[in-house]
């Protein structure tokens, strides 16, 4: 019997493949937007229970929505904020149909969709189509933009340090494709662990957070009063030198559980924030990457095309200026 682990990486084997073709064909091959049309897919999926969310009304909507969430607030027709207005309230309009097509259903589903309009406060109150709809669009960006540009950070990272690669190959030979794949044995893959700490920590997908003061307080001489929004920097956090020694370079030995001043059990490593309010989808996003790193490593081979420019955009979230062009073929 297959275990629920190796069901969930049926999807990422499949996608690869075609990847991999598309490449024999084309003889290039640019990976951000490939990875941006798979986790949307997955996040579809997950959530809603739509199959190939990428290529549906929904993903073209989203793409426009996603375009102009940082942009300048010009609501004008022509410009990416207007044209992103434009999408949200139309993609709204496509999650609310599918919620009510759920709600008419006998079959509400165990997915994300069908637990939020299970759920109850204390007093039995249910969530209203509105903030189902809220809910479902928050939970199709956060499970999907950061999550495509963890798997893309670590795809380009793998590509400049081929002997950190080769050191995550190696672990991998201890483990048979024929064996079930299971959360034992992906504890078992500690220097992959490292490997994607270290990619969380030199480019987190998420550069910072809000948070209300609940208490005046000071911090290094500098008044803060109850009630002031402040920001943390997870960039920042994520450089300090006095932590991280030459924080700029990819060591990934940094999070080797056998050293003392390990940081990944402190607040100076929060790629997913911290305390109350961390990330609910944090376990989610670990299992992803290291599902689709296992099978990536396993049985692929990638380098960087030559010409292209790298350096990282950084809204809405980390991504490589050409949206990294590889070679990419099956070992």
Not at 176 to 184: F, G, Q
Not at 198 to 213: C, D, I, S, T
Not at 276 to 282: A, H, S, V
């Amino acid at each position: 019997m297959c275990s629920p682990l190796s069901k969930s990486l049926q999807p990422i084997i499949d996608e690869m493949h075609r990847w991999g073709l598309y490449y024999e064909k084309q003889q290039s091959f640019t990976w951000y937007p490939q990875l941006r049309n798979y986790t949307f897919d997955l996040a579809c999926q997950l959530f809603v229970g739509l199959e190939n969310g990428s290529q549906t009304q929904l993903g073209h909507l989203f793409e426009i929505w996603s375009q102009g969430l940082f942009s300048l607030p010009i609501d004008l027709p022509w410009t990416r904020f207007g044209r992103a207005l434009n999408s949200r309230k139309k993609m709204l309009q496509e999650l609310e149909r599918i919620i009510c097509e759920r709600l008419e259903s006998q079959e509400i589903g165990e997915d994300a969709l069908g637990i939020l309009i299970q759920a109850e406060d204390e007093e039995g109150n249910k969530l209203s189509l509105d903030e189902l709809k809220d809910q479902v669009l928050l939970l199709l960006f956060a499970g999907h933009e950061t999550l495509t540009s963890s798997l893309t950070s670590f795809c380009l990272l793998m590509a400049q340090h081929p002997e950190i690669l080769e050191k995550v190959r190696e672990e991998q030979k201890q483990f048979s494709d024929s064996e079930p794949m299971t959360l034992e044995t992906l504890s078992k893959m500690t220097y992959l662990e490292q490997v994607l700490q270290e990619v969380l920590r030199l480019v987190p997908p998420v550069g910072g957070g809000f948070r209300e003061v609940i208490e005046d307080c000071e911090i290094e001489g500098y008044f803060i009063p109850k009630g002031w929004n402040v920001l943390y920097q997870i960039n920042q956090t994520h450089r300090e030198e006095t932590v991280y020694p030459e924080s700029d370079h990819y060591q990934p030995e940094r999070f080797n559980p056998e050293r003392i001043d390990n940081p990944s059990k402190t607040y100076n490593y929060v790629p997913f924030g911290g305390g109350m309010r961390e990330c609910l989808g944090k376990e989610f996003a670990r299992l992803e990457m290291k599902l689709f790193a296992v099978n990536l490593v396993r049985h692929y081979h990638w380098e960087l095309s030559p010409d292209q420019d790298t350096e990282l955009l950084t809204v809405p979230v980390p991504r490589p200026r050409d949206g990294l062009k590889v070679r990419f073929v099956k070992n």
